[in-house]
């Protein structure tokens, strides 16, 4: 037998196997919702774009219910340059006049949405794109600083549309624009949209996939990864500043969405190619996984 033919049958093995080894987490996730923020260098690099694709209608295809959540900061800015707008941000918001809102809800809404749903439909899936002002889905409400102009926050979410979707087989694919009760629009974080999803839908897990390893104790260090908190030790790592910057929104949102009865938030590294997969259908994961006190896996 050829040293190919070899290497070819060790890999259909490899294969076989990890499937095998997956079989638990299949049965014990079938059903289950999973709501997932998508952003960083998952949504700006091609090859990595494809393989969450993919594993979003793998998820599908053995049971999982996944709802996506979705931001576009890079796209925004390069839309906002092209039309001569300079991006302002103050306190970690971008400042967010009339006319910067109608470039955040038409790139959020109109490009980046639809891109989402072609790709998950492409792989095999049936997507549905939706922004929070679609069925009343997310009421908005303007921030406390009001010198970054229609930058908002989640006054309710109504998962009456998401239900419907779910229950029919389609992927609801969301963008964080939602409008309040007048019709005005805001554009709102994406963790933070996603998290209030997933608490309002007592989701099994809120996954954020970000662009780094996940909480670290040193943050220049990604070997201090913590693999697994409970509420009280995040909030604690917030307070004494080991969770710091642009962190900080993202530990707080999985915090809030776990004490409104989220099972587990994950935070994971996306540029690890299949991270969600790596991080649902195996022992180990390869992120920080933040639980209530008494999780039971």
């Not at 049965?27 to 923020?37: C, D, E, L, N, S």
């Not at 991080?279 to 006190?293: N, R």
Request: charged residues 20%.
């Amino acid at each position: 037998m050829s040293s190919e033919s070899e290497y070819f049958k060790q890999e259909e093995a490899t294969r076989v196997r990890v499937l095998s080894e997956a079989l638990p987490y299949i049965q014990a996730f079938a059903g289950r919702t999973v709501v997932i923020k998508y952003g960083g260098a998952a949504m700006k690099d091609g090859q990595l774009k494809s393989k969450v694709v993919r594993d979003i209608v793998f998820l599908c295809c053995v049971g999982v219910r996944p709802i996506v959540v979705h931001g576009g900061g890079p796209e925004i800015n390069t839309w906002l340059g092209k039309l001569g707008i300079e991006p302002q941000f103050k306190d970690g918001l971008r400042v967010t006049d009339a006319d910067t809102m109608d470039v955040v809800e038409m790139v959020l809404v109109g490009r980046v949405n639809k891109e989402m749903v072609a790709l998950i439909n492409q792989a095999g899936g049936s997507a549905v794109g939706l922004c929070g002002k679609d069925g009343n889905l997310i009421m908005a409400r303007q921030v406390g600083n009001e010198a970054v102009g229609f930058v908002g926050e989640v006054s309710s979410v109504d998962i009456g549309l998401i239900q419907s979707l779910v229950e029919k087989g389609y992927v609801p694919i969301i963008s964080s624009v939602a409008a309040d009760e007048t019709g005005q629009a805001f554009n709102i974080n994406a963790d933070t949209v996603a998290g209030e999803i997933a608490a309002a839908l007592e989701a099994e897990k809120l996954i954020l996939l970000t662009d780094t390893a996940g909480i670290l104790q040193d943050y220049k260090d990604p070997s201090t990864l913590i693999d697994r908190l409970d509420i009280q030790q995040a909030r604690a790592l917030i307070e004494d500043g080991t969770v710091a910057g642009g962190m900080i929104p993202k530990v707080t949102c999985c915090v809030r969405s776990l004490a409104q009865g989220v099972k587990a938030a994950h935070i994971l590294d996306g540029r690890i190619p299949h991270a969600l997969l790596l991080e649902v259908l195996t022992d180990a994961g390869i992120g920080s996984m933040i639980v209530a006190s008494d999780y039971q896996a």
